[in-house]
């Protein structure tokens, strides 16, 4: 085990083979320059605070690139960053050292050593964050990156929350007045984000706001990948909005503090959520996106979401009765019936249910959202910059849910990554309807519960605020009504069994034992009671009937579902039972099995948790 320099860290390093690095990490540790995972050859810290450095940036050396490239480097691309400040790389003129380590150059200059007000003890070194403290001007703890920090205090301080000497006013956009420096360090409640702030506190004295030096510098319009439109930043909100919760963490916001809000929908958005990390949204300008009307800054055109229908008639409510959906061949009208269908939505695939269009010349059937969704999309899920373009007819295997569909999707065009509409409407910020819960769930990027369908437990679910009801995401879409060759009827989705009798705690086709507390088919007519996964089978959510091109045979072949079972392949030596392949040319017998004929990618390889 060889010492090496400390490399900007506090304490000594050394270099671990791999079998010191498995006892030190289980072999799994982040590299704390860069994040990546670390492999043997590597420095690890001689006090086991938990920092590892790649062998490979050993050689590293702030004050001397060897390579400068200009901003408009058409070759760079998007996806690398500043180990400095995070940002992409092409925003600013960087360099790249041969060791691949890249930093802007702004912040290959800043001082390795400050002196500052808000720490007048010791000085400030520059260095990674790497026993991930929270700046102790704004609270927020930063993951990557540069920061300001004193090892002996343990505190650190973002880059940008540390203000010059002389930064004593600050304008700011989105506020009429000037912010001044209060040069005392008073404890205090930013106005703006509603969290506490020791240091650096700017002050409007015609307003009475006290705020941290980050929250005046906040974008005045963004386009936000947690919502279709641009969003505004708001100092102080209106009465008339109908929402007063955040629509990412879904808690109150204050109307008395700063925040993001879209006029147009009636929501808002808490500071720090929406604005946590920089690839989730992006500053719009005010001359191309916005006009001034004489009622102040209002959305009259957002270029971002282009409708995917066509409007011909509406009703006296002003609903559309009448559209043309870019991706079906005929008029589609909205439904004027009540009551049950056995049709599935051709876009999600899930059973229709009111409001739907319906196609008067071939069997289509839309939900309302499915067909009133944009045919561009940017998601916060989803980690390109790039939007998600509205796609069908595809077979595809969902990025987010694993199911296999070939029914409406959304692609990146980037990395070509493929999501359902299932998962895309579930993960829209906002309320969202369970028919099996009295009250709106909500999905929460970090929670730990039960899943009151499987009982398995969650860590990112959708939740009810009133209630302890929890639902994994996989469960929230469970189709409500489902068609076996079991019962002649419909099968309902049933979230409890009244029955106390423990004998009738068997699932009628696996035959194994139940919880009636669990979620499962059921058949009331019949008292047939059926497993999730028994029902759904491997494949649930494919649009049958639809045409797929396979290069090993010379006509076009249908999808189709084998309810009883079919003579053996001789390839496979399995039954016909369940999707395959059936050549469309009544006089070819030809017939495979799905997963015979189609690669890894587009099949099916999990186990329902039900």
């Not at 500052?116 to 700046?135: D, K, M, Y």
């Not at 702030?197 to 974008?219: D, E, Q, R």
């Not at 049709?343 to 010349?361: T, W």
């Not at 086709?509 to 009671?529: G, M, Q, V």
């Amino acid at each position: 085990m060889e010492e090496s320099k400390n490399y900007g860290h506090h304490h000594p390093l050394l270099l671990l083979d791999e079998e010191q690095l498995i006892n030190n990490q289980s072999g799994v540790a982040d590299c704390s320059k860069c994040g990546e995972k670390v492999s043997a050859p590597c420095f690890s810290c001689a006090e086991c605070c938990g920092f590892y450095l790649h062998k490979e940036l050993e050689h590293f050396v702030c004050q001397d690139p060897l390579v400068s490239t200009k901003n408009d480097d058409e070759e760079l691309e998007e996806v690398r960053k500043c180990f400095g400040c995070w940002e992409p790389l092409a925003n600013y003129t960087h360099f790249s050292p041969y060791c691949g380590f890249n930093l802007h150059k702004k912040c290959a200059e800043l001082p390795l050593e400050l002196s500052n007000i808000c720490h007048c003890q010791h000085p400030l070194v520059l260095q990674f964050n790497s026993e991930r403290l929270s700046c102790k001007i704004c609270k927020v703890t930063q993951k990557r990156g540069f920061v300001y920090g004193c090892s002996s205090c343990k505190l650190v301080f973002h880059i940008e929350c540390l203000s010059p000497p002389l930064d004593l006013a600050i304008e700011d956009e989105s506020h009429q007045h000037t912010f001044t420096r209060l040069l005392r360090r008073v404890p205090y409640i930013c106005d703006a984000c509603g969290i506490e702030g020791i240091y650096n506190a700017y002050i409007c004295c015609t307003c009475n706001i006290m705020v941290h030096k980050i929250c005046t510098s906040l974008p005045r319009i963004i386009k936000s990948k947690w919502h279709d439109h641009c969003i505004f930043h708001k100092y102080f909100l209106r009465n008339d909005f109908k929402s007063s919760s955040c629509s990412i963490c879904h808690d109150e916001v204050n109307p008395k503090h700063e925040s993001y809000s879209c006029s147009y929908c009636n929501i808002k958005f808490h500071l720090r959520y929406v604005t946590e990390e920089k690839s989730l949204y992006s500053i719009v300008s005010l001359e191309n996106e916005y006009e001034i009307s004489n009622r102040g800054l209002e959305i009259l055109s957002d270029k971002s979401v282009k409708s995917a229908t066509c409007v011909f008639e509406r009703n006296d409510a002003g609903k559309a009765t009448k559209i043309k959906h870019f991706k079906h061949l005929h008029d589609l009208k909205l439904s004027p019936f009540v009551g049950g269908y056995e049709n599935n939505c051709n876009g999600c695939m899930l059973p229709i249910s009111e409001p739907f269009y319906y196609c008067l010349e071939c069997v289509c059937f839309l939900h309302k959202v499915c067909a009133e969704l944009p045919k561009v999309k940017h998601v916060w899920h989803h980690p390109c910059q790039q939007p998600l373009s509205l796609i069908s007819n595809k077979v595809f295997c969902c990025g987010m849910c694993w199911h296999v569909s070939n029914a409406f999707a959304y692609e990146c065009c980037k990395c070509e990554t493929k999501i359902c509409l299932r998962c895309m409407i579930a993960f829209t910020p906002g309320a969202r309807t369970c028919l099996k819960h009295e009250h709106p769930l909500f999905f929460y990027r970090d929670y730990k519960g039960q899943c009151n369908a499987c009982s398995l437990p969650t860590w990112a679910e959708f939740c009810c605020k009133d209630c302890n009801f929890v639902l994994h995401r996989g469960c929230f879409s469970l189709p409500i009504t489902a068609h076996h060759k079991c019962d002649v009827h419909l099968l309902s989705l049933t979230d409890h069994d009244d029955d106390s009798y423990s004998e009738s705690h068997y699932y009628d086709i696996c035959e194994e034992s139940r919880d009636p507390n669990l979620w499962f088919y059921h058949c009331a007519a019949c008292d047939t009671s059926v497993h999730v996964g028994c029902v759904l089978g491997q494949y649930a959510f494919f649009k049958l009937g639809s045409i797929y091109e396979d290069k090993d045979h010379p006509h076009p072949l249908t999808i189709v579902k084998k309810i009883y079972y079919y003579p053996k392949w001789d390839k496979c030596g399995k039954l016909y039972e369940d999707l395959a392949l059936e050549c469309s040319k009544s006089d070819c017998k030809y017939i495979i099995h799905w997963n015979c004929a189609t690669s890894r990618s587009l099949q099916r390889w999990w186990e329902w948790l039900l």
